[in-house]
């Protein structure tokens, strides 16, 4: 398998388990506040890949030279979880779904000024297929709830979360030279950990941890562990052996895996018009896998 084979199978986990923090969050969000969630998400995801950075490859100081860059990946990072659920407080989820498939074009156009990568013709009609399938399983299908969307402060919010996460993509290309994928991903916790436990730090404070639910501490496990701490390392790899637009064109897949996440907590199946849209995603991935699978034509 190449190393863009297994970057595609690295988003199509990452999707998976992203599509699980939207609905165990759901249950969670108004349990605890945005910055002491995250602060503790972060703080738990550093020390998990800190252990296995250091039975993998181990941690060494050279391999964290110029701290600044972790401090910057770390910031955008921190900034999209903490401007997603600030924005969920007043954004409906349907419209924020909607703002959240904006990060593929975004990251693509990020690519392009930060790497100079360009997006195909063929790359962009996938794009949006995908586009077009994801919001048509966000708006169930229906044509009124997509014509009544409205643009408002969270989800205006939300959108630049959006924005630092598209950011953050080709920045991770950019900036690692030449470090593991967990090491780096460990780099960044760190320092996302402290930004975050300097803004958030009167939260924090704030929270009575001893007081929470258990269902709060079952969701804050999974989102440190599977969709922070996996998914981190996922994204890492991805982004150094596939395009940005590529790595973001698995947010599409979102809104699919978030209706398996909630036939398997037990609520009501999709209609069989949702259908159409999932497939629409799928054929967006197909012609991305297509296009890494064509050979390179030789030079004459």
Not at 18 to 27: D, N, R, T
Not at 92 to 107: E, I, N
């Amino acid at each position: 398998m190449s190393n863009a084979s297994r970057g595609h199978l690295a988003m199509l986990v990452f999707s998976a388990l992203v599509a699980g923090s939207f609905s165990l969050g759901s249950m969670i969000a108004n349990e605890i506040a945005p910055a002491a969630l995250n602060a503790a998400r972060f703080a738990i995801a550093a020390v998990v890949i800190g252990i296995v950075a250091m039975v993998t490859h181990g941690l060494r100081r050279q391999q964290f030279r110029a701290p600044w860059r972790f401090v910057l990946l770390g910031g955008l990072f921190a900034g999209y979880f903490v401007l997603m659920f600030y924005g969920l407080k007043t954004a409906k989820p349907v419209s924020a779904a909607a703002v959240f498939t904006l990060t593929p074009v975004l990251s693509g156009i990020a690519g392009w000024f930060l790497l100079r990568q360009v997006t195909t013709p063929r790359m962009a009609l996938a794009l949006a297929i995908g586009g077009a399938g994801a919001l048509w399983v966000i708006f169930q299908a229906d044509w009124a709830s997509f014509r009544a969307f409205q643009f408002g402060q969270g989800e205006t919010i939300y959108f630049w979360g959006c924005a630092a996460h598209a950011i953050y993509t080709p920045l991770v290309r950019k900036l690692n030279r030449g470090e593991p994928a967990v090491v780096f991903t460990f780099g960044m916790l760190v320092a996302g950990t402290a930004i975050l436990l300097v803004f958030g730090w009167s939260d924090i404070r704030a929270t009575n941890w001893l007081e929470l639910p258990l269902m709060v501490w079952i969701g804050l496990g999974y989102l440190a562990i599977c969709a922070s701490s996996a998914t981190f390392v996922l994204l890492q790899f991805a982004t150094l052996h596939l395009p940005s637009a590529k790595v973001m064109a698995y947010t599409y897949l979102t809104p699919s895996w978030v209706i398996v996440w909630e036939i398997a907590l037990g609520r009501p199946a999709p209609a069989a018009m949702i259908l159409v849209g999932i497939m629409m995603t799928v054929v967006a991935l197909v012609m991305l896998l297509e296009e890494d699978a064509r050979p390179a034509q030789a030079k004459v």
